[in-house]
């Protein structure tokens, strides 16, 4: 008797290659370039190969667990108090200590988003409720949100946002962190893509007034170093102290830590990375809607799109085979609430890279 087939698991994250390729049940895997996963595609700082090696005499000691040099590095470059820091193993760690944090309350979710802020408020007996952005351009409902705070005790929002790559102005910021003040709840926003747009545009300066909430960052993906999980998050002190209380002993490893200041001290790869992506980015939007498709506004290292006309997660799909069939894969959005599977995220590459999928989309457009 023959056992029954069933379809393979859309992947949950980016960089799941092999899962993608088996969902859409192709098996040749040769030579293909991932643009799921967003990362600076000018690789990490050139000098960290030589940097590790003389740094393994670090593996034979255990880590401070109080990440004392680590958080110094970090409050000196955010103009903080060492009090305002605490690292964490990735940014996925900082989301779900804040959920541990806040057991059994209730959280807010601004979708589509990244799925491990509703899964890490579930696990941990949270009731999660949800707002969607508005539009092909995914725009914030400010007022919408600031009515529904009210009734919650934390917000999860996602500056620029994974996946539109759409980023909500300060002045927004500003209206929602009164009446989150007003009513005794936190904003959590995750700005793991924000260095791709500039430290200016980061929340920091409102963590130093005091404002009700937490910023999550990420050296990982700026830095390209996704496999050593490099993340931190900055808020008031005692907020701080709260949510470290429920961080396992030696979660970040030593040569994370170590690190560390080596990264942030290193102005020249800053210089080179947002050199890139500023005239990428414009330049492959541009581009994607010459060729017809939908495009939001991007702000990070990746971008977004559909084909025009009316959204079809068949039409999407149709854009992952004719990727693959040119040699790449992107990110799918079947687990992303609200798009479906219609449309598609694309890290951004260096020039070269970029004019091989516009070209290969060129006839998916269609």
Same mark, same amino acid.
């Given at each position: 008797?023959?056992?029954?087939?069933?379809?393979? !698991?859309?992947?949950?994250?980016?960089?799941? $290659?092999?899962?993608?390729?088996?969902?859409?049940? /192709?098996?040749?895997?040769?030579?293909?370039?991932?643009?799921?996963?967003?990362?600076?595609?000018?690789?990490? !700082?050139? @000098?960290?190969? #030589?940097?590790?090696?003389?740094?393994?005499?670090?593996?034979?000691?255990?880590?401070?667990?109080?990440?004392?040099?680590?958080?110094?590095?970090?409050?000196?470059?955010? &103009?903080?108090?060492?009090?305002?820091?605490?690292?964490?193993?990735? $940014?996925?760690?900082?989301?779900?200590? /804040?959920?541990?944090?806040?057991?059994?309350?209730?959280?807010?979710?601004?979708?589509?988003?990244?799925?491990?802020?509703?899964?890490?408020?579930?696990?941990?007996?949270?009731?999660?409720?949800? *707002?969607?952005?508005?539009?092909?351009?995914? %725009?914030?409902?400010?007022?919408?949100?600031?009515?529904?705070?009210?009734?919650?005790?934390?917000? =999860?929002?996602?500056?620029?946002?994974?996946?539109?790559? +759409?980023?909500?102005?300060?002045?927004?910021?500003?209206?929602?962190?009164?009446?989150?003040?007003?009513?005794?709840?936190?904003?959590?926003?995750?700005?793991? =893509?924000?260095? =791709?747009?500039?430290?200016?545009?980061?929340?920091?300066? @409102?963590?130093?007034?005091? &404002?009700?909430?937490?910023?999550?960052?990420?050296?990982?993906?700026?830095?390209?170093?996704?496999?050593?999980?490099?993340?931190? *998050?900055?808020?008031?002190?005692?907020?701080?102290?709260? /949510?470290?209380?429920?961080?396992?002993?030696?979660?970040?490893?030593?040569?994370?830590?170590? *690190?560390? !200041?080596?990264?942030?001290?290193?102005?020249?790869?800053?210089?080179?990375?947002?050199? @890139?992506?500023?005239?990428?980015?414009?330049?492959? $939007?541009?581009?994607?809607?010459?060729? $017809?498709?939908?495009?939001?506004?991007?702000?990070?290292?990746?971008?977004?799109?559909?084909?025009?006309?009316?959204?079809?997660?068949?039409?999407?799909?149709?854009?992952?085979?004719?990727?693959?069939?040119?040699?790449?894969?992107? %990110?799918?959005?079947?687990?992303?609430?609200?798009? #479906?599977?219609? @449309?598609?995220?694309?890290?951004?590459?260096?020039?070269? +890279?970029?004019?091989?999928?516009?070209?290969?989309?060129?006839?998916?457009?269609?």
């Amino acid at each position: 008797m023959r056992s029954k087939c069933y379809p393979q !698991p859309w992947p949950q994250h980016g960089g799941e $290659g092999d899962a993608l390729l088996a969902r859409l049940g /192709i098996s040749d895997n040769d030579a293909l370039t991932d643009l799921s996963a967003s990362l600076n595609p000018l690789g990490p !700082p050139d @000098w960290l190969g #030589d940097w590790l090696a003389r740094s393994l005499p670090l593996l034979t000691h255990y880590p401070d667990r109080q990440q004392q040099e680590a958080r110094e590095a970090l409050a000196h470059h955010h &103009a903080l108090d060492a009090a305002q820091v605490r690292v964490t193993n990735g $940014g996925a760690e900082a989301i779900h200590l /804040i959920a541990q944090a806040y057991r059994s309350k209730r959280a807010l979710v601004i979708e589509p988003t990244f799925g491990e802020y509703a899964r890490a408020c579930e696990l941990n007996g949270m009731e999660v409720r949800r *707002l969607s952005l508005v539009g092909d351009d995914f %725009r914030l409902d400010v007022d919408g949100l600031c009515q529904a705070l009210v009734a919650v005790d934390v917000v =999860f929002l996602c500056r620029p946002n994974n996946p539109t790559g +759409t980023l909500v102005s300060c002045q927004a910021i500003e209206t929602l962190l009164e009446h989150a003040e007003a009513a005794n709840t936190l904003l959590v926003v995750d700005e793991a =893509f924000i260095e =791709f747009h500039g430290e200016q545009a980061s929340l920091v300066d @409102w963590v130093r007034r005091g &404002a009700p909430l937490v910023l999550l960052r990420s050296l990982t993906k700026f830095y390209c170093l996704p496999g050593l999980r490099l993340g931190y *998050l900055l808020a008031q002190p005692e907020r701080v102290q709260q /949510i470290s209380g429920y961080q396992v002993a030696w979660s970040l490893n030593a040569l994370a830590a170590a *690190l560390i !200041p080596h990264l942030l001290n290193d102005q020249g790869y800053v210089e080179r990375t947002l050199n @890139w992506v500023s005239g990428e980015r414009s330049r492959v $939007g541009k581009n994607l809607r010459r060729l $017809g498709y939908v495009v939001p506004e991007a702000h990070a290292n990746f971008v977004l799109c559909r084909p025009g006309g009316v959204a079809s997660p068949a039409r999407g799909e149709a854009m992952l085979r004719q990727l693959v069939k040119h040699g790449f894969i992107a %990110r799918h959005t079947h687990t992303f609430a609200g798009l #479906d599977g219609s @449309w598609v995220r694309l890290a951004l590459g260096l020039p070269a +890279t970029n004019d091989a999928w516009l070209a290969a989309l060129a006839g998916a457009a269609e």
